[in-house]
């Protein structure tokens, strides 16, 4: 099976148009850890992949944390002393404080102050604030909002509510050969954000909607869940599934234009590891592989010591390290169609790997085979030896039943394909056989 030759066969500048358009349609709606938005971000999934949803109810105990309580929001709104909206969520989400408390007041702008937020360095940018785990209320604006304030009172509102209700998360299973599974799991709790969140969210749809209708080694669990406590939830209610995870990737930050970064897994050296590294020096033109630490996004959960799943985490620029991030910046604009579908590109290179690594056994192990009267080498000598020739050269060499496909792909320096069409080759030509306990489809089996 050929992932990336599907993906392929599709015209890329389309592919990232239909990414990017999806995530315009998800970017207005006001996501929270739970709630109705993220409810409608998932129905809006679900129109494109099957996706089941779980609702976890408030007080709910995940190992050392609690399901919190739900949080709705309508209206919020700053009114000055003629009754104009000065600060209105109308006009974004991003100008309350997530989690706010409800609040229905009039008072002088200075009781007003220690609510609002701002970003004095960026004066136009509105900042992205969230109290979940301590009740209040707040507002978020442009500096340049604050400065033009005058003394007098305000009439502040945020119809908000916080109260019992549930904490929800989306899950698209893909069941394959091997009920051992492939873990991609993305955040789905920030309101309008595009690369942190949206980014995710699309290149996970479009792959699960890529992946969908091909005949799969591994079975594939996609989560679209609240950033930590959406993780700690599927992980303290799925101990079974979790056991069955072989690989896994948490996708974000994928739209923007920095270059690729791969945070390993906790373990450090596991297939995920080796694949997303091979898969990036091989085609991206610049990247950087990253250790594993324990803060950024729910590789976190997935790498908790009592789990320590191989599970790496994918992304373009690296949360934090951007000005944009977690400001009305991280806009539809920061993120590029062009560079959402080479994010696409990528994962869909990394799960070729993972579906194509096996183990073979070359079945004429003493000396070389005669590859010329095989037809499988060149009929006229020259200076250098062709890509694939070398290529069914390293295969057969190290085909011994303990070298793996990428362990070649990573000896020989060249890419998995090569490697996999050489062995998909010297295969039907008798040359190879996989070694027992490797399954393998064969290729070119994804239903038109
Ligand atoms: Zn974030």
Request: with cysteine.
């Amino acid at each position: 099976m050929d992932l990336l030759k599907a993906l392929e066969n599709r015209e890329l500048t389309q592919v990232g148009d239909d990414l990017h358009r999806f995530a315009a349609d998800l970017y207005p709606i006001c996501r929270s850890i739970t709630g109705d938005g993220v409810r409608r971000t998932l129905s809006e999934i679900r129109k494109l992949i099957p996706l089941q949803t779980t609702e976890v109810p408030t007080g709910t105990r995940i190992f050392d944390w609690t399901v919190p309580k739900e949080w709705n929001i309508r209206e919020a709104y700053i009114k000055d002393s003629a009754g104009n909206r000065v600060v209105d969520f109308q006009q974004t989400n991003l100008h309350v404080i997530s989690y706010s408390t409800p609040v229905h007041a009039t008072m002088p702008l200075s009781e007003l102050k220690p609510h609002l937020f701002t970003l004095p360095d960026h004066p136009n940018w509105i900042p992205y604030r969230t109290s979940y785990y301590e009740e209040n209320w707040g507002f978020c604006l442009s500096h340049d909002q604050l400065l033009v304030l005058e003394d007098g009172d305000y009439e502040v509102c945020i119809d908000s509510t916080l109260e019992d209700g549930h904490l929800t998360y989306g899950e698209c299973y893909l069941p394959g050969q091997s009920t051992d599974e492939v873990l991609i799991s993305c955040h789905s709790c920030h309101p309008s954000l595009a690369n942190d969140n949206l980014s995710g969210i699309t290149v996970a749809t479009a792959l699960a909607q890529l992946l969908a209708p091909s005949d799969l080694r591994y079975s594939y669990r996609f989560l679209f869940i609240p950033g930590t406590i959406g993780a700690i939830a599927w992980l303290a209610r799925n101990a079974d599934e979790a056991k069955r995870i072989r690989h896994g990737l948490v996708l974000t930050c994928l739209g923007d234009r920095g270059e690729f970064h791969y945070k390993k897994s906790r373990r450090g050296d596991a297939e995920i590891d080796r694949a997303a590294a091979h898969v990036l020096h091989h085609c991206s033109k610049s990247s950087e592989i990253l250790e594993f630490s324990p803060y950024g996004y729910d590789e976190r959960q997935y790498c908790s010591p009592g789990f320590n799943l191989p599970v790496g985490c994918l992304m373009r620029s690296v949360w934090g390290s951007f000005p944009e991030y977690h400001t009305s910046a991280d806009d539809l604009n920061f993120i590029q169609p062009g560079q959402l579908a080479e994010s696409l590109r990528v994962c869909t290179a990394v799960v070729d790997v993972l579906e194509n690594n096996c183990h073979y056994c070359n079945q004429n192990p003493y000396c070389e085979p005669q590859l010329g009267r095989r037809n499988l080498y060149r009929s006229i000598g020259g200076a250098a030896v062709p890509e694939e020739i070398s290529a069914r050269l390293w295969v057969l060499n190290l085909s011994d039943g303990q070298h793996s496909l990428l362990d070649i792909a990573e000896r020989s320096g060249l890419p998995f394909g090569t490697i996999r069409d050489a062995a998909d080759l010297l295969r039907e030509g008798g040359l190879l056989s996989l070694t027992a306990g490797f399954e393998l489809l064969d290729r070119n089996q994804i239903r038109p």
